[in-house]
């Protein structure tokens, strides 16, 4: 079952932002990124400037994509928390609300059990946000209401920008 696209409001985006600053806080994490499934980069906090937030953004997609097949050849649905354990650094990766994908980076500050624990309180927190922004989206919708972000543009205006 494929997720449906939802438009980002600039209220559920704060609420995201305000959400993982907490995160990087109280798991002490260096840089937390948020990720869509196909791999599109929705956020960031921390120290985000060291990285190629893209690349980051993409493999982690393709981590989830791949673990996700290997938990089907073995009967699972899904492998909805992953950990890679580094020489400096670790990674912490959890799926949230089965549509998102949480990236937590931390080092010897932290460790994986408070990383797990503040985890899983933002996860519930940020499930609650794309629950809400999924059922305004349907509601805008079915309202006919629906936003397309580039609905006023016109042929013409992309020939002036091209010309």
């Given at each position: 079952?494929?997720?449906?696209?939802?438009?980002?409001?600039?209220?559920?985006?704060?609420?995201?932002?305000?959400?993982?600053?907490?995160?990087?806080?109280?798991?002490?994490?260096?840089?937390?990124?948020?990720?869509?499934?196909?791999?599109?980069?929705?956020?960031?906090?921390?120290?985000?400037?060291?990285?190629?937030?893209?690349?980051?953004?993409?493999?982690?997609?393709?981590?989830?994509?791949?673990?996700?097949?290997?938990?089907?050849?073995?009967?699972?649905?899904?492998?909805?928390?992953?950990?890679?354990?580094?020489?400096?650094?670790?990674l912490h990766i959890s799926?949230?609300?089965?549509?998102?994908?949480?990236?937590?980076?931390?080092?010897?500050?932290?460790?994986?059990?408070?990383?797990?624990?503040?985890?899983?309180?933002?996860?519930?927190?940020?499930?609650?946000?794309?629950?809400?922004?999924?059922?305004?989206?349907?509601?805008?919708?079915?309202?006919?209401?629906?936003?397309?972000?580039?609905?006023?543009?016109?042929?013409?205006?992309?020939?002036?920008?091209?010309?």
């Amino acid at each position: 079952m494929s997720n449906p696209q939802l438009i980002m409001y600039d209220e559920e985006f704060k609420q995201i932002n305000v959400v993982l600053d907490k995160l990087l806080r109280e798991a002490n994490a260096k840089v937390i990124f948020l990720v869509d499934k196909n791999g599109q980069l929705i956020t960031g906090c921390g120290e985000t400037e060291r990285f190629d937030t893209t690349s980051l953004a993409s493999l982690t997609a393709g981590n989830i994509a791949a673990t996700g097949g290997l938990a089907k050849l073995i009967g699972e649905k899904e492998f909805s928390i992953l950990f890679h354990e580094g020489e400096k650094d670790n990674l912490h990766i959890s799926i949230v609300a089965g549509r998102v994908i949480l990236v937590v980076l931390f080092d010897t500050r932290s460790s994986l059990g408070l990383v797990r624990l503040r985890v899983k309180k933002a996860s519930e927190e940020l499930t609650a946000i794309f629950n809400r922004l999924l059922q305004k989206n349907e509601e805008k919708e079915k309202s006919g209401d629906s936003e397309f972000p580039f609905a006023e543009i016109t042929d013409d205006d992309i020939d002036n920008l091209f010309s």
